[in-house]
């Protein structure tokens, strides 16, 4: 299997620009997923966001996630489990507007820490998707456009731990999937793995790497790019040797975003090539997805293709 992709922003605005947005380029082509390091995000703001985030579970979490597993009596369980998840999670919305002080049992030190790491992960979105366009060709900012809506982009956390499991190969600790939204940027534990991508048809690992920053690509930039750059299937293992903390912030649409292939991407592309992808409202694209999470993505796109050749 080729070398999971490594990319290094160090010079992203002097002389490695070129060669960096050609790896970013690959990545997006052929993986769907890659790693970033020296990304601008302070690893002092990291090491406090994971450091915070262990504690919360630890003090606030975990007694509930073992009383809901032991409520259903998945310790007794002997058959794979395919509707569920071995997870505990929470959300914080920060864009377009943030309840992070709506949530309970979080420490003013963790609401504080979470604010700036969101207001970092934004502005590196951003840069991130303008890297996008250059690639794809399309003017700076259209991405962001696109994304905009009436209210700006939607932008949110999904806060994970994925406990220690004492049947890992009975129960996954999140289904394979693609993500409905924009772009993905996550920071994983760097001591227990667990999340894999699906390439050539083989389940290969996303490496746990101090520091770094996960970048996936979502299911609207499949459709913005009209298939150049696809979301790919991905999925958390579950471990018995360890709790794995993932810490997911999704950039996406705003809920009346209309998401539809760039023009200028089409009129490059030669007659044969038909418009593959569909033109639809986001919020409309998620409650499909809300339905359809754990199965192939290419149904909801023909469902939006039905509708408007209909």
């Known amino acids: 299997m080729e070398k999971f992709p490594v990319i290094n922003l160090a010079n992203i605005n002097g002389e490695e620009k070129k060669a960096t947005l ?11 997923f890659f790693e970033l ?3 601008g995000i302070p690893h002092e703001l990291l090491d406090r966001v994971e450091r915070l985030t262990k504690e919360h579970y630890r003090k606030c979490m975990e007694k509930r996630f073992n009383e809901a597993v032991g409520s259903k009596g998945l310790e007794c369980v002997q058959d794979e489990l395919k509707d569920m998840d071995w997870e505990s999670t929470f959300f914080l919305r920060h864009l377009p507007t943030s309840n992070i002080s709506e949530i309970p049992d979080l420490t003013q030190e963790y609401r504080d820490a979470m604010k700036e790491f969101s207001e970092k992960l934004e502005k590196l979105a951003e ?4 890297m996008l366009c250059e690639n ?4 700076k900012g259209y991405l962001k456009r696109a994304f905009y809506g009436s209210r700006g982009p939607n932008f949110g956390t999904k806060v994970a731990n994925y406990p220690a499991c004492p049947k890992p190969e ?3 600790g999140l289904r394979a999937h ?13 001591k227990v793995s667990g999340l894999q991508l699906l390439k050539d048809g083989q389940w290969v690992d996303v490496p746990p790497m101090r520091h770094s ?11 913005i790019s009209n298939g150049k750059y696809k979301s790919v299937e991905h999925r958390v293992i579950a471990r018995s040797d360890g709790t794995r903390m993932s810490v997911a912030s999704f950039y996406n649409p705003g809920s009346d975003a209309v998401i539809y292939p760039a023009p200028p991407l089409l009129e490059r592309e030669t007659k044969e090539a038909e418009v593959v992808y569909p033109k639809f409202v986001f919020e409309d694209y998620m409650k499909l997805y809300a339905t359809l999470k754990f199965q192939p993505k290419e149904p909801r796109f023909q469902a939006f293709n039905a ?3 209909s």
């Open 22 to 32: 050609e790896q970013i380029e690959d990545a997006c082509q052929n993986w769907g």
């Open 37 to 39: 390091v020296n990304h």
């Open 127 to 130: 840069e991130l998707l303008d």
């Open 136 to 139: 794809l060709g399309l003017e």
């Open 170 to 172: 009975l129960v996954k």
């Open 178 to 190: 693609t993500d409905a939204g924009g772009i993905i940027l996550l920071l994983q534990d760097d």
């Open 213 to 223: 920053i996960v970048v996936n690509l979502g299911d609207q930039i499949e459709v």
């Open 307 to 309: 509708v408007n050749s």
